[in-house]
């Protein structure tokens, strides 16, 4: 059963700070990775969506990358400011399209970042 | 607006009601999902619907029960409740991307 782990479970830091948050999966046998953000009392809102056969993907000051191998993806925010202030959450989508789906989520990374 | 809908945003119920949330999608989506979450806790999945079969149950009491009529519509039929059961309840699809409803906030009195 995929397990999917997000390290730090809380990160502050202040304005302007480029930072990593770091997402591990169990099983590499994935559809994609997705990124998510909720902000409190929300629901989720993609950010950025990694295919399986894909490295990185880049939206603005944000940057997936994904090692299927080694069962990682990591989330690089540049140049942070109060409004990313969020919780950040991944996904390990499993099976895909005209397939049985599974969407595993991690822990999630909560981030504030201070002016 | 994903494309997925939840109704209503907001339920307040007495512990002694019955009460249905609702998704849709129009995605074209054959996976439906539904999450817990409760107050600054981590998602919790509850059930997941494959085309229209249930494929996931998370070990959820039986006071919550889902209905997938079809491939566009997820229900979370709900009876006898707790207090405890409050939080914010989220649905979700999925084919290629998965995408959330804004979900229902549901606080039982």
């Known amino acids: 059963k995929q397990e999917v782990t997000q390290i730090p479970a809380a990160l502050s830091v202040p304005e302007g700070e480029n930072l990593v948050l770091n997402c591990s999966f169990t099983d590499s046998a994935i559809y994609n990775l997705q990124w998510f953000r909720q902000d409190p009392g929300k629901g989720l809102t993609s950010l950025l969506l990694i295919q399986s056969s894909q490295r990185e993907q880049t939206s603005g000051r944000l940057n997936a990358s994904l090692d299927k191998s080694s069962g990682r993806s990591t989330l690089y925010i540049a140049a942070s400011q109060p409004g990313d202030s969020a919780t950040y959450l991944c996904a390990a989508l499993e099976g895909g399209d005209n397939a049985g789906n599974m969407l595993t989520f991690g822990g999630g990374t909560r981030l504030m970042v201070k002016p | 607006e994903t494309g997925v809908t939840q109704t209503p945003r907001h339920l307040v119920m007495g512990m002694t009601n019955k009460k249905s949330l609702k998704c849709e999608q129009h995605l074209g989506h054959n996976a439906m999902y539904w999450y817990k979450q409760s107050a600054k806790k981590p998602l919790e999945l509850m059930f997941v619907y494959n085309f229209k079969e249930q494929t996931e149950n998370n070990s959820v009491p039986s006071r919550f029960s889902p209905e997938c009529p079809n491939s566009s519509h997820l229900f979370l039929h709900l009876h006898t409740l707790q207090p405890e059961d409050s939080a914010l309840y989220l649905c979700?699809?999925?084919?290629?991307?998965?995408?959330f409803g804004q979900g229902t906030r549901l606080t039982v009195v």
């Open positions: 979700a699809s999925s084919a290629r991307e998965a995408f």
